[in-house]
C-alpha cells in the first residue's frame, strides 16, 4: 500500500496562493489516480480534484474550478495542488488520497491516505 505524505499548507490571506504537494512512498504510485480531499471544521470530507495516473485527465469541484490545479510528476512520485485565488471557504485540512476503487470523487473509495496539512485562509 502507497504512503501519502502532504505539505506546503500554511496561512493565506483572501486572494493569496498556495501550493500543496503529496509525496508518495512504496506501492505503485505512478499507475493510479490521485485525488485531494478537504474537510473543514464539522463537515463532511469533500472532493476537490483528482488526476489520472497519466496525469492526462484531470476532474476538479465546482467550488474551485479555474482556481486549483492538480498536477502530477511520476518520476518524482509527487502530485502538486496549485492553489490561486484562496477565499475563506477553502479553509480546511487537505488530505491526499491514492488509488480508488469505482468513482474518482468519493472519499469511501480511497484506501490510502496522508495524514492533511492545515489550510487557513484570513480575510
Known amino acids: 500500500q502507497v504512503r501519502l505524505v502532504e505539505s506546503g499548507g500554511g496561512l493565506a490571506q483572501v486572494g493569496g496562493s498556495l501550493r500543496l504537494s503529496c509525496a508518495a512512498s512504496g506501492g505503485t504510485f505512478a499507475d493510479v489516480p490521485v485525488g485531494w480531499f478537504r474537510q473543514a471544521p464539522g463537515k463532511e470530507r469533500d472532493f476537490v480534484a483528482v488526476i489520472s495516473w497519466s496525469g492526462t485527465t484531470t476532474f476538479y469541484a465546482d467550488s474551485v474550478k479555474g482556481r486549483f490545479t492538480i498536477s502530477r510528476d511520476n518520476a518524482k512520485n509527487t502530485v502538486l495542488l496549485q492553489m490561486n485565488s484562496l477565499n475563506t471557504d477553502d479553509t480546511a485540512v487537505y488530505y491526499c488520497?491514492?488509488?480508488?476503487?469505482?468513482?474518482?470523487?468519493?472519499?469511501?473509495?480511497?484506501?490510502?491516505w496522508g495524514q492533511g496539512t492545515q489550510v487557513t485562509v484570513s480575510s
Open positions: 488520497a491514492a488509488d480508488p476503487e469505482g468513482s474518482w470523487k468519493r472519499p469511501q473509495d480511497y484506501a490510502s
